[in-house]
């Protein structure tokens, strides 16, 4: 019986001992998850600001062939531009997808001891940077313009951020000719 009772208290106290090396590693893992939320962070931050150069840049190149081929108050004007927007907003869309997946995929690691450790600091998240964003996205959406400043009513943006199964499939009935 007293082989039994030291053995148990042995398990005891090696669980013990476990609980509390686990317990103490535990802010060093929330702290390396925040830094690594925080760098993805950054990351979708800077690809916005890069991809928003490179859309300017995108856009003058096609006013500029548009303008050669003298068809800068065509439709073609309209169309080339928004096709250019939608792009980016395209890509937008996934970056910003593929950062909210990476950073839960950092913080799906914790467990309940962060949870217990981390109650007075909250998980990072995007809010910041997508808030921020909107002031860029929003120019982005915005429709092409002639030459004289008027805007086209030719192509509307078809913003991929706003784009879902759920709606094609609703449109799908009455864009059969598009399919055709």
């Given at each position: ?43 979708l931050a800077q690809w ?82 997508l808030e921020t964003a ?25 913003d991929p951020t706003d ?18």
């Open positions: 019986m007293g082989a039994i009772a030291a053995g148990a208290v042995g398990s005891l106290i090696t669980i013990t001992v476990a609980l509390l090396v686990r317990l103490v590693s535990v802010p060093r893992e929330i702290s390396s998850h925040d830094r690594r939320a925080r760098d993805r962070e950054h990351d916005i600001a890069d991809r928003d150069l490179r859309l300017r840049r995108e856009l003058e190149e096609t006013r500029k062939a548009l303008s050669a081929r003298k068809m800068r108050a065509s439709g073609e004007y309209a169309w080339s531009l928004g096709l250019v927007k939608e792009r980016a907003l395209h890509e937008w869309r996934d970056q910003a997808l593929n950062a909210k997946r990476d950073i839960a995929t950092i913080y799906d690691r914790e467990g309940w001891l962060h949870a217990r450790v981390r109650w007075r600091k909250p998980q990072i998240v995007l809010d910041q940077t909107m002031t860029l996205l929003d120019l982005w959406r915005t429709p092409p313009a002639h030459d004289q400043g008027r805007a086209t009513s030719i192509m509307p943006i078809d784009r879902s199964l759920a709606r094609s499939v609703r449109d799908a009935p009455g864009r059969l000719p598009e399919y055709q």
